[in-house]
């Protein structure tokens, strides 16, 4: 008589089933009067399922977020990705079901739980940039983005690990510890913002946010089997986020569908112009307060014109590249066979992902400089460190060599330098040469692996392969769409997730979005995590459970200290 149980597990939700519980069951809500949700699984949500359970009546939006929290409280520990929870989300929750009563639903994102990536200003939580020396600092305001997502009624649900500083794609950190790739525990999430990956992929929310100075919206998405934007220079306000570099820096949204990575792009780059990031007066006027959403239907891949970049493979066979030139070998017949063309790009040698970086990158010219200006800005109680030597000289960190060599650079590096024009002029030339192959071959988008090899195993050096540093110093957009696995294996019980970039023109992500919508239904791969596949029991909760960062499995591979 299974179904006549009424089960009450301490503080845990009730199971109710059968005619007779019902009664009680209604009892019940007559005291907590939005508490029935267990019909609602948060599984694999998008906005649109969120909203359609929520306007249907099947739960509420205590409901909606409880059973995030039950599924971070429970699963959380296995992938060590969110590292703070915000204390205020059940009472917006319950803001949000009055709202409801009373008829008054507003915001494209109503009710939708969203995971800010660590370096993102938000109050009432602190930004760290996964950095104990930063522990402290609590933003006296939302960043542009963050305002943004209140605006449209999200919850901001927590935050998320991320790789200390957003200076590699490790995720690990000297406040939240190493983050665990779901797919394979034994590999990294990609990063920086590994964290949001990991957490999405999870769903731990519906969507999540990121950054990207070199790869870091897109590595994570590759290796979670999600799709992100690397929105063009300027089309999102990067101001009250931890920067690291003027011309690379960018912000945006990484998400499970196409359809919420449109919407919840549409909602960041709302801002259009913002005085405290001089960047966004670029995009062009009509782009302001477009609906990304809106298009993402129409058109096919039929006559699409795709550039392959071959030299951003690698042909050396081993267990880590293998898979990555299988799956991009599949994603080329499949683009072919839906009636695109792909143009062989291998001639246009100039794009060395390695040569770039090594050549190019001008982070550690910048990075000095924007940090003073940050961190002297945006503590509200002024204990945290308020500048770049103040933070380096005396903070701990995890010290990885390859990653504090140009931190140590920054410390007697600035845009002033002659190499930094030097650099910048080498840019310039890049995105020209870039923008004539786009104009020469007719390119709709070049494409390539995100990364050469699998994401990289847990204690690695570097997350080595990447090849996001042609967006992130010419500026152009990148969707990210996942593209395969690697073979199956013990650790990986249903392979390791390998995505692919698309990059468009200036302020394509329109065409680029519309291309990634037709992609991902007609050749779908998106996969829960084996662990995460299954249901969570929603707890009832009195107040949001805190979540402490776990600094407490930093592989040995990385020792904490100060730099010297
Ligand atoms: C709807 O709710 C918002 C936020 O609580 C409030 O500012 C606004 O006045 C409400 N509108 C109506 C019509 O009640
Ligand atoms: C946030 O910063 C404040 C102010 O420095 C500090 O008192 C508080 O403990 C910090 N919160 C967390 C969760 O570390
Ligand atoms: C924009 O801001 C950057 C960095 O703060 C600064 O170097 C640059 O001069 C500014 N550009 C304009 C046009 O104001
Ligand atoms: C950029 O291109 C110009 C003109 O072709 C050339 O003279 C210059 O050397 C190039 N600079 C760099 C840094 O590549
Ligand atoms: C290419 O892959 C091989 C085999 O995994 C590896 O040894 C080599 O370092 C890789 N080269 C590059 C440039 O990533
Ligand atoms: C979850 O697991 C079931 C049963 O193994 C499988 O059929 C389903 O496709 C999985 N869901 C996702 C989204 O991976």
Same mark, same amino acid.
């Given at each position: 008589?299974?179904?006549?149980?009424?089960? =009450?597990?301490?503080?845990?939700?009730?199971?109710?089933?059968?005619?007779?519980?019902?009664?009680?069951?209604?009892?019940?809500?007559?005291?907590c009067?939005?508490?029935?949700?267990?019909s609602?699984?948060?599984?694999?949500?998008?906005?649109?399922?969120? !909203?359609?359970?929520?306007?249907?009546?099947?739960?509420?939006?205590?409901?909606?977020?409880?059973?995030?929290?039950?599924?971070?409280?429970?699963?959380? $520990?296995?992938?060590?990705?969110v590292?703070?929870?915000?204390?205020?989300?059940?009472?917006?929750?319950?803001?949000? /079901?009055?709202?409801? *009563?009373?008829?008054?639903?507003?915001?494209?994102?109503?009710?939708?739980?969203v995971?800010?990536?660590?370096?993102?200003?938000?109050?009432?939580?602190n930004t760290?940039?996964?950095?104990?020396?930063?522990?402290g600092?609590?933003?006296?305001?939302?960043? +542009?983005?963050?305002?943004?997502?209140?605006?449209?009624n999200?919850?901001?649900?927590?935050?998320?690990?991320? !790789?200390?500083?957003?200076l590699?794609?490790?995720?690990?950190?000297?406040?939240?510890?190493?983050?665990?790739?779901?797919?394979?525990?034994?590999?990294?999430p990609?990063g @920086?913002?590994?964290?949001?990956?990991? &957490?999405?992929?999870?769903?731990?929310?519906?969507f999540?946010?990121?950054?990207?100075?070199?790869?870091?919206?897109?590595?994570?998405?590759s290796?979670?089997?999600?799709?992100?934007?690397?929105?063009?220079?300027?089309?999102?306000?990067?101001?009250?986020?931890?920067?690291?570099?003027?011309t690379?820096?960018? &912000?945006?949204?990484? &998400?499970?569908?196409?359809?919420?990575?449109?919407?919840?792009?549409?909602?960041?780059?709302?801002?259009?112009?913002?005085? &405290?990031?001089?960047?966004?007066?670029? $995009?062009?006027?009509?782009? *302001?307060?477009?609906?990304?959403?809106?298009?993402?239907?129409g058109?096919?891949?039929?006559?699409?014109?795709?550039?392959?970049?071959?030299?951003?493979?690698?042909?050396?066979?081993?267990?880590?590249?293998?898979?990555?030139?299988?799956?991009?070998? /599949?994603?080329?017949?499949?683009?072919?066979?839906?009636?695109?063309h792909?143009?062989?790009?291998?001639?246009d040698?100039?794009?060395?992902?390695?040569?770039?970086?090594?050549?190019?990158?001008?982070?550690?010219?910048e990075?000095?400089?924007?940090l003073?200006a940050?961190?002297?800005?945006?503590? @509200?109680?002024?204990?945290?460190?308020?500048?770049?030597?103040?933070?380096?000289?005396?903070?701990?960190?995890?010290?990885?060599?390859?990653?504090?060599?140009?931190?140590?650079n920054?410390?007697?590096?600035?845009?002033?330098s002659?190499?930094?024009?030097?650099?910048?002029?080498g840019?310039?030339n890049?995105?020209?040469?870039?923008?004539?192959?786009?104009s020469?071959?007719k390119?709709?988008?070049?494409?390539?692996?995100?990364?050469?090899?699998? #994401?990289?195993?847990?204690?690695?050096?570097?997350? +080595?392969?990447?090849?996001?540093?042609?967006?992130?110093?010419?500026?152009?957009?990148?969707?990210? #769409?996942?593209?395969?696995?690697s073979?199956?294996?013990? /650790?990986?019980?249903?392979?390791?997730?390998?995505?692919?970039?698309?990059?468009?023109?200036?302020?394509?992500?329109?065409?680029?979005?519309?291309?990634?919508? !037709?992609?991902?239904?007609? !050749?779908?791969?998106?996969?829960?995590?084996? =662990?995460?596949?299954?249901? *969570?029991?929603?707890?009832?909760?009195?107040?949001?459970?805190?979540?402490?960062?776990n600094?407490?499995?930093?592989?040995?591979a990385?020792?904490?200290?100060?730099? @010297?």
């Open positions: 008589m299974k179904s006549a149980i009424l089960v =009450f597990l301490g503080s845990r939700r009730l199971i109710l089933s059968g005619p007779l519980l019902l009664l009680n069951a209604l009892a019940l809500q007559a005291a009067a939005f508490a029935l949700h267990e609602f699984d948060v599984r694999e949500a998008t906005i649109d399922s969120v !909203h359609n359970a929520l306007f249907t009546g099947l739960t509420s939006c205590r409901g909606v977020v409880s059973a995030f929290l039950s599924r971070i409280e429970e699963l959380n $520990p296995l992938i060590n990705a590292i703070g929870l915000n204390p205020d989300a059940l009472a917006i929750a319950d803001e949000m /079901d009055q709202r409801m *009563v009373a008829g008054n639903v507003t915001g494209k994102l109503f009710c939708i739980p995971l800010l990536k660590e370096n993102y200003d938000a109050t009432p939580m760290t940039g996964g950095c104990m020396a930063l522990a600092k609590r933003p006296a305001k939302d960043a +542009s983005t963050v305002k943004a997502l209140k605006r449209e999200a919850i901001i649900l927590g935050k998320v690990n991320m !790789h200390e500083m957003a590699e794609g490790l995720s690990v950190s000297t406040l939240g510890g190493q983050t665990f790739n779901p797919y394979d525990q034994t590999r990294t990609g @920086s913002s590994g964290g949001t990956g990991a &957490a999405i992929a999870t769903s731990f929310a519906v999540g946010t990121g950054t990207d100075t070199v790869n870091s919206l897109r590595s994570p998405a290796a979670n089997n999600l799709v992100s934007v690397r929105p063009t220079r300027g089309l999102i306000s990067r101001a009250g986020v931890i920067p690291v570099s003027y690379q820096d960018t &912000a945006g949204p990484i &998400a499970r569908n196409i359809k919420d990575l449109a919407i919840a792009l549409t909602v960041m780059a709302s801002i259009g112009f913002d005085e &405290a990031d001089n960047a966004t007066a670029l $995009p062009p006027s009509e782009l *302001v307060g477009k609906d990304y959403s809106a298009e993402l239907h058109g096919h891949l039929k006559g699409l014109r795709f550039g392959a970049l071959n030299g951003f493979r690698n042909y050396t066979a081993s267990s880590e590249t293998t898979p990555i030139i299988n799956v991009m070998d /599949d994603m080329i017949k499949f683009l072919k066979s839906e009636g695109a792909v143009v062989d790009t291998t001639e040698a100039i794009f060395t992902a390695t040569e770039i970086l090594a050549e190019l990158d001008v982070q550690q010219y990075y000095r400089e924007l003073d940050y961190l002297a800005g945006s503590d @509200s109680d002024g204990t945290a460190p308020t500048s770049f030597n103040d933070l380096y000289t005396k903070g701990k960190f995890i010290v990885i060599p390859s990653q504090y060599a140009y931190v140590k920054a410390f007697v590096s600035s845009t002033g002659e190499s930094y024009a030097l650099r910048q002029l840019i310039k890049l995105t020209n040469a870039l923008l004539s192959m786009f020469c071959h390119l709709d988008a070049l494409i390539y692996p995100e990364q050469k090899n699998l #994401v990289v195993k847990i204690g690695s050096a570097s997350q +080595s392969g990447r090849n996001g540093i042609l967006a992130a110093l010419t500026g152009l957009p990148v969707v990210t #769409v996942p593209a395969g696995f073979p199956r294996s013990e /650790d990986a019980p249903i392979g390791v997730p390998i995505g692919m970039e698309m990059m468009g023109l200036p302020f394509s992500e329109g065409k680029l979005l519309n291309i990634a919508s !037709h992609i991902t239904h007609l !050749h779908s791969t998106r996969r829960m995590p084996t =662990f995460a596949n299954r249901s *969570v029991e929603v707890k009832e909760y009195s107040e949001v459970p805190v979540i402490r960062p600094m407490g499995n930093i592989p040995a990385y020792p904490i200290g100060v730099l @010297s």
